[in-house]
T-cell receptor
Framework: LAKTTQPISMDSYEGQEVNITCSHN???????ITWYQQFPSQGPRFIIQ???TKVTNEVASLFIPADRKSSTLSLPRVSLSDTAVYYC??????????FGKGTMLLVSP | SQTIHQWPATLVQPVGSPLSLECTVE??????LYWYRQAAGRGLQLLFY??????ISSEVPQNLSASRPQDRQFILSSKKLLLSDSGFYLC??????????????????FGAGSRLTVL
């Protein structure tokens, strides 16, 4: 299973763009990159998924370089409600997903 | 649309007592089902997963067990709880098939969780 590494925590202010980078140096050819968001006392919620290049939805963008050894979740103009833990996961759909400790994003006024 | 129900939401149990947490999924067939546990201030630990009725895989050896008596029902049990069993238990489901550009098997939908305190 590809292991992921992401910062333990990040701080930002309302209205700023936040980029959270995840390293997955041993990602396999069939692996996809999936990001989740978790609020306290709730289960994680799917945000975005990608295989290569760039993916964008109504919530975030995901940038994946050509070598796919890292990925960056971009949250445009964050608000206080974006304060949460963000998880980066890598998998091929046949192996179970392993959630690490994620990145705790704190958005301040 | 698909929904996932998990109960009870909270429970306080004495050490040595039994446990039963139940999870049901609606609106889909043959889902992959998962039980995760999150201890305070820690990441999610996968406990069990199931790809079909009666098919249970255990990730962590412990005093917990899981069963899948029906296609969309997943039950987490214990005969005798330990203090270390306290935590936030989450049930989740996914499907195996892939959609266009999306690996649906890696898109997990979680229930609201069950917070267990063992005293």
């Amino acid at each position: 299973l590809a292991k992921t590494t992401q910062p333990i925590s990040m701080d930002s202010y309302e209205g700023q763009e936040v980029n959270i980078t995840c390293s997955h140096n041993n990602i396999a050819t069939n692996d996809y990159i999936t990001w989740y968001q978790q609020f306290p006392s709730q289960g994680p919620r799917f945000i975005i998924q990608g295989y290569k290049t760039k993916v964008t939805n109504e919530v975030a963008s995901l940038f994946i370089p050509a070598d796919r050894k890292s990925s960056t979740l971009s949250l445009p103009r964050v608000s206080l409600s974006d304060t949460a833990v963000y998880y980066c996961l890598v998998g091929d759909g046949y192996s179970t997903l392993t959630f690490g400790k994620g990145t705790m994003l704190l958005v301040s006024p | 649309s698909q929904t996932i129900h998990q109960w009870p939401a909270t429970l306080v149990q004495p050490v040595g007592s039994p446990l039963s947490l139940e999870c049901t999924v609606e609106g889909t067939s043959n889902p992959n089902l998962y039980w995760y546990r999150q201890a305070a201030g820690r990441g999610l630990q996968l406990l069990f997963y199931s790809v079909g009725i009666g098919q249970i895989s255990s990730e962590v050896p412990q005093n917990l067990s899981a069963s899948r008596p029906q296609d969309r029902q997943f039950i987490l049990s214990s005969k005798k709880l330990l203090l270390s069993d306290s935590g936030f238990y989450l049930c989740a489901w996914s499907v195996l098939s892939s959609g266009t550009g999306v690996l649906l098997a890696n898109v997990l939908t979680f229930g609201a969780g069950s917070r267990l305190t063992v005293l």
